[in-house]
């Protein structure tokens, strides 16, 4: 009933103006809410023909790509809205010049939200972005994404935590002082679960330390222990078994290392690097 209404509504509007890049879009969102993402996907692509700068098709897109389970379309629609963003900005900001000048203060206002709607949407693209590349094992990429997020919103705790678990990841443990200082800044309440968190990375990062001195001095099986005792008490630090399956593999200990990169992938089964060393 209603959605074969509003479907004929948006088509008729189309066929009146095939240039009206609104009509393509709310047809594409109507198409989508009936579940027929196949007929929406065409739609939002029209948009974005008709209108490069139309930021919402791109990340209708790009979530549309994420939810069926195609990353890297996501990625790319997420990167291409980015890369959109500066040139409407800069529309935008050419609308409240021109308002301003004729006195038209509705206009102005108008303007003024849709770019704070924009900063939002920019801020949103980098979250997913930075998942999608997490998810993707793409560490540097989502490293990058997530810096870019916080130097729009420095505040953003949940964008430095999830950075900062990814510093551990990869056993870059210089960083995550700074990111946990700047958490424990902007939300005083964490900081007795931090400082538990920074006795934990110190304790791992001074194991890490001896054991690159005792492999510097050819003495294998201190190196293992060493590693080893970081398993003990933290089983799921990555970076740790990343480097112990690295260890056993110089040393040409095959089994040790499989083992090592099995458990790998248990704990992070998007991590594909280990999926091609067990061959």
Known sequence: GNFDEATLEYQKAIRRNPYNVQAYFRLGQLLERQGTRDWAIPKYKKVIELDPTYIDA??????????????????????KGLEAIPHKLEILSESVSFYSEQGMHKGVLEEYQELERLKDTRIGIHQDLASLYKAKGKTLEAIEEYKRLLRIVPQDVTGLKELASIYEEEGMYNQIKALFAKIMELKPDAG?????????????????????IYKNQGLNEKVIAEYQKIIDFQPQSIYTLRCLGSFYAQLGMFQAAENIYSRIIQIKPEATEFYLALG
């Open 58 to 79: 791109y990340v209708s897109l790009a979530k549309l790509y994420r939810q069926t389970g195609n990353l890297n379309e996501a990625i790319v629609y997420y990167t």
């Open 192 to 212: 007795p679960k931090l400082k538990e968190d920074l006795l934990r990375l110190e304790k791992i990062a001074s194991h890490h330390a001896l054991a690159s």
